[in-house]
């Protein structure tokens, strides 16, 4: 899953940090439209956070629109099915359809975000609001492309992307889309997709593996301090050299 969130080499060169689905649009919010759906708590609805339109409320478009103005585009979603190879260029360029079972990632070749159906059922079976967070977090990495603010290290840009994956479910619980009772269970997410071997409060671990994501009290507590203080908090996180969250971002931002 997250953890092999570049599917083929160096975090920091790979064009893949790993998310399917059609786009949909309109006016919605948590009473839902047809194209932005409704709350986050189904499959369906958490799907249309992600890929409604510009002007959903609550939506991810919406929520990067408004942050980035023109800078944002919406963003074009693929579909595969486990043992398939996605069609966009970071499939071109593996062809080995391991790679991408089971799996969700961004693709900076050709700025597409795609992931497995198979991947996203089995999320949501675990949490309704599952898939929606991990691609927001995928979104994140095409948040860091567009803005060239990439994390400096794999880990720093793993906890970026969770952080500001924490801010844009803010913004989605705000709409009335993403109820809190759902972003409470949303956070033991980040906690299982974190390495292995991260004691609660080892905020500082090094970043040893050029592929490390960031260990299990790291990825949660990005993903909160996004949630309660912002984006220009998690741009900072992004530029930490060893991968690490400091204390003192995670207590005052």
């Given amino acids: 899953?997250?953890?092999?969130?570049?599917?083929?080499?160096?975090?920091?060169?790979?064009?893949?940090?790993?998310?399917?689905?059609?786009g949909g649009g309109g006016a919605g919010g948590g009473g839902a439209s047809a194209e932005c759906g409704g709350s986050a708590d189904t499959l369906d609805g958490a799907l249309k956070v992600i890929t409604g339109p510009i002007g959903c409320p609550g939506g991810v478009n919406t929520f990067w629109s408004q942050k980035l103005g023109s800078g944002w585009t919406v963003p074009r979603f693929i579909e595969y099915h486990d043992g398939d190879i996605p069609q966009d260029?970071?499939?071109?360029?593996?062809?080995?359809?391991?790679?991408?079972?089971?799996?969700?990632?961004?693709?900076?070749?050709?700025?597409?975000?795609?992931y497995s159906v198979e991947f996203m059922a089995e999320l949501s079976k675990q949490d309704p609001s599952y898939p929606m967070l991990v691609l927001m977090h995928e979104l994140g990495h095409r948040v860091s492309a567009l803005t060239d603010k990439q994390g400096v290290v794999s880990r720093?840009?793993?906890?970026?992307?969770d952080c500001l994956a924490g801010s844009e479910a803010k913004f989605t619980?705000?709409?009335?889309?993403?109820?809190?009772?759902n972003a409470l269970e949303g956070i033991p997410l980040f906690f299982q997709l974190g390495d292995g071997g991260g004691a609660?409060?080892?905020?500082?671990?090094?970043?040893?593996?050029?592929?490390?994501h960031g260990n299990p009290s790291q990825r949660t507590a990005a993903a909160v301090l996004g949630y309660t203080k912002g984006i220009d908090t998690c741009f900072k996180i992004g530029q930490s050299a060893d991968g690490g969250i400091s204390l003192t971002d995670s207590l005052f931002g």
């Fill in 1 to 22: 899953m997250l953890a092999a969130c570049q599917p083929g080499g160096d975090a920091a060169a790979d064009p893949t940090t790993p998310a399917t689905a059609a």
């Fill in 89 to 114: 260029e970071c499939g071109a360029q593996s062809r080995d359809p391991d790679d991408f079972a089971s799996n969700a990632f961004y693709c900076s070749l050709d700025d597409t975000v795609a």
């Fill in 156 to 161: 720093s840009e793993e906890n970026q992307a």
């Fill in 173 to 181: 619980h705000d709409a009335g889309r993403f109820p809190m009772a």
């Fill in 200 to 212: 609660w409060l080892s905020f500082g671990e090094p970043n040893a593996d050029p592929e490390a």
